[in-house]
């Protein structure tokens, strides 16, 4: 099925949780990990930069561009919980410091700690009440992967408020607002967002799902996909939100514009598979004879008639 994406000028939109320590608490590592971070740690002597920058460190402790370089070496080599913990010293030194901020939440939710890392961003928020726009982006972007909406639209909004003129922000609001089904509202910030940046391909592909959604504009929602992705993507991503409202009939004769646009399209022939288990009709295809230069030319009939009977075929799924 389609997916509408979600654009962030320093952070990706996709997601996970549990209890948290105090913030000034560091997280248990395993004595397995301890052996491992240290041995990766003894390993890295050899490295001139990682060396150069234990030294830096070693002089003077608030070196905040020594310590976040180190923390990216750790996390670069698998080592995340190595990285957190430098991260936490940085924030602790510098807790005024949205790019240390920033660089803690990301980490911790890419461990897969969401409500940690949206502590920190709110922590953050409360230390700075000027704010800044890329911890409220964050923070609303997290909101709307636990699916605190209203929470999410508000944090979006403050980013704009500061940061009017950013078209990642208006895309992430219009994610949001599409999220919570306000189809027109939506429309208008992805419109806003391709006018700040026509050549976002995430808002353009946003604003043609926000359209198809809403069954205002189909055809304004194929010309959007078609620009960004062809004809035949265009249909099938049609198709498919189609089938997401329960139009079988209406999504495969998209399928098979799509199919006849590009014979074999892998992700039509899984939406097509889909619609049939949606609606318990085969999944066929209708096929035409092509009919050959010679023909064209001299009107001589083709020898099968042109629409030939529907083919049986068993898309492919995509492993997840």
Not at 1 to 26: D, E, I, R, W
Not at 85 to 93: K, N, T
Not at 253 to 259: D, I, S, V
Not at 289 to 312: C, E, H, L, N, Y
Request: neutral net charge; contains cysteine.
């Amino acid at each position: 099925m389609f997916a509408c994406s979600l654009a962030c000028m320093s952070c990706t939109h996709q997601v996970m949780t549990g209890s948290f320590p105090p913030a000034a608490q560091s997280y248990a590592v395993p004595a397995a990990v301890q052996r491992e971070v240290r041995n990766a740690a003894d390993a890295g002597d050899g490295d001139i930069a990682l060396r150069t920058l234990r030294q830096r460190l070693a002089a003077n402790a608030k070196d905040l561009d020594a310590r976040m370089l180190l923390a990216q070496y750790y996390s670069a080599r698998n080592l995340p919980d190595l990285a957190l913990e430098h991260y936490r010293l940085a924030l602790a030194q510098f807790p005024d410091s949205p790019a240390v901020t920033l660089a803690l939440a990301k980490t911790l939710r890419e461990m897969g700690e969401p409500a940690e890392a949206l502590r920190t961003l709110r922590e953050y928020a409360v230390r700075e009440p000027r704010g800044s726009w890329e911890v409220l982006s964050l923070t609303g972007i997290l909101e709307d992967e636990q699916g605190h909406l209203s929470a999410a639209e508000a944090a979006h909004r403050a980013a704009l408020g500061l940061e009017p003129g950013k078209s990642e922000l208006h895309n992430n609001l219009g994610y949001n607002l599409l999220s919570q089904k306000q189809f027109e509202p939506a429309v208008n910030e992805f419109r806003r967002a391709i006018e700040l940046d026509p050549t976002s391909q995430v808002a353009h592909n946003n604003l043609a799902v926000a359209l198809a959604r809403s069954g205002s504009a189909p055809k304004e929602a194929l010309a959007e996909w078609t620009r960004s992705g062809g004809a035949a993507g265009a249909h099938n991503n049609l198709a498919a939100v189609l089938m997401e409202q329960g139009h079988y009939a209406e999504a495969r004769l998209e399928l098979q514009t799509a199919l006849a646009l590009q014979p074999g399209m892998a992700s039509a022939l899984a939406n097509l598979k889909l619609v049939a288990e949606m609606d318990g009709k085969a999944a066929t295809v209708q096929t035409r004879k092509r009919v050959s230069i010679w023909t064209k030319i001299f009107g001589s009939k083709p020898a099968q008639p042109a629409d030939a009977a529907p083919t049986d075929i068993t898309a492919p799924t995509e492993k997840k």
